[in-house]
């Protein structure tokens, strides 16, 4: 079974700041991962997709990484924005027969002015 | 497009009512869910359907029923409500089920349960 685990579980950080979220995950049969972001209250949405024949993606400020061997991903913002404080969640798409995304709990990220 | 959209926004249920959660995107996505989420538990998969007519469990389904009668639809039935499932439900879509698809989420209905 798929288990994700995002460190640190919040942040929080002075506007400017570069900064790395980390995600874990146990089983890297893995179609792909994705990196979203979900405001207070709000549903999520998908920031970015890497596949798992990649190693990064970029979207602007945002680079994400991934090592399927070793089971990790990592998600830069830099230069840092009150307008990025929010919860950050990565979800890896499982093989397997059933695919599925599975949840890491997140990491709030606050950005202080 | 209007994405994926959820109704109601918001509902309170009494123990033992029941109720659909309307969910409806207009992709013309193959791929639909439904996932639960509750503080410190993060987002749980339910249900799911790869297209119309197809459904399956995902990692938390019992007390939920769901139909794929039109690929526009996923309705998910809560049958007795209890207050175990008081959270926030959300839906979501993408074209195909694997592959390098995003997947795109509504904005959720909150559940309350008394």
Sequence with gaps: KQEVTQIP?????????????????????????QWFRQDPGKGLT?????????????????????DKSSGRSTLYIAASQPGDSATY??????QGGSEKLVFGKGTKLT??? | NAGVTQTPKFQVLKTGQSMTLQCAQDMN??????????????????????GAGITDQ?????????????TEDFP????????????????????????GETQYFGPGTRLLVL
Excluded: K
């Excluded at chain 1, 970015?48 to 991934?66: D, F, K, P, V, Y």
């Excluded at chain 2, 996505?29 to 790869?50: C, K, T």
């Design chain 2, 58 to 70: 995902g990692e938390v389904p019992n007390g939920y029923n769901v139909s794929r009668s039109t």
């Design chain 1, 9 to 33: 579980a919040a942040l929080s950080v002075p506007e400017g700041e570069n900064l790395v979220l980390n995600c874990s995950f146990t089983d890297s049969a893995i179609y792909n991962l």
């Design chain 1, 46 to 66: 998908s920031l970015l997709l890497i596949q798992s024949s990649q190693r990064e993606q970029t979207s602007g400020r945002l680079n994400a990484s991934l």
């Design chain 1, 89 to 94: 969640l990565c979800a890896p798409l499982t």
């Design chain 2, 76 to 99: 998910l039935r809560l049958l007795s409500a209890a207050p175990s499932q008081t959270s926030v439900y959300f839906c979501a879509s993408s074209y195909t089920s694997f592959g």
């Design chain 1, 111 to 113: 950005v202080n002015p």
């Design chain 2, 29 to 50: 996505h193959e791929y639909m869910s439904w996932y639960r989420q509750d503080p410190g538990m993060g987002l749980r998969l339910i249900h799911y359907s790869v």
